[in-house]
Structure formats: C-alpha cells, structure tokens
C-alpha cells in the first residue's frame, strides 16, 4: 500500500513561510503528477498545486505566486514552499497524487497566526 507521510507544518505569523516535505514509498513515484492538498475546519479538501512527473507546475488561484510545488524523483519527495502566509491558509496539508490514491496520509498542519 502507497505510504506518504508529510511533514514541516507549524505555527506561523501572517507573512511568514514554511516549506512543506512529502515522502512517497511503495509507489513508482517518479511517473506520476503529484499534488498538495488542503483541508481548512469545515470546508471540503481543494488541491493547491500540482506537478506533472515531467515538472510542470499549476496553482490554485488563491495561492498562486506565494506556493511553490517542487519534487525530488530521487528522494521520492515532493515539496511546496509556502510564502507570505495569510491567516485563510490555516488548514491540513496533504500530498497526493493528482488525482489522487483513495489513501491518505496524516497530513500536516499549517496554522498562521500573529
């Protein structure tokens, strides 16, 4: 069964920025377009940015210029850079593959705050 165990989340004040690390195993991860997710208290999961296997990159609207998604095919690792956090970016983070597996991981919470 695919594994993706995130990590790098954290309190933040408005403006700050955390970067966001997924490791993938027990998938052939290189070959498929991967995804971070977001899920803020009482609203339904949106995906926030996404990688195709060959690197190309795509953005939510409401992130777009401040999230940078990246991956690391040797390291089976996905990243996303997170700048100039606003309070409305409070949520769980998940990566998936886009679209994604019916599994989940335990996501990591980014909470942003002064």
């Known amino acids: 069964q695919v594994q993706l165990v995130e990590s790098g989340g954290g309190l933040v004040q408005p403006g700050g920025s955390l970067r966001l690390s997924c490791a993938a195993s027990r998938i052939m991860f290189r070959i498929y377009a991967m995804g971070w997710y977001r899920q803020a208290p009482g609203k339904q999961r949106e995906l926030v940015a996404a990688?195709?296997?060959?690197?190309?990159?795509n953005y939510a609207d409401s992130v777009k210029g401040r999230f940078t998604i990246s991956r690391d095919n040797a390291k089976s690792t996905v990243y996303l850079q997170i700048n100039s956090l606003k309070p409305e970016d409070t949520a769980v983070y998940y990566c998936n593959r886009d679209p994604p597996f019916a599994y989940w991981g335990q996501g990591t919470q980014v909470t942003v705050s002064s």
């Open positions: 990688i195709t296997s060959g690197g190309m990159t």
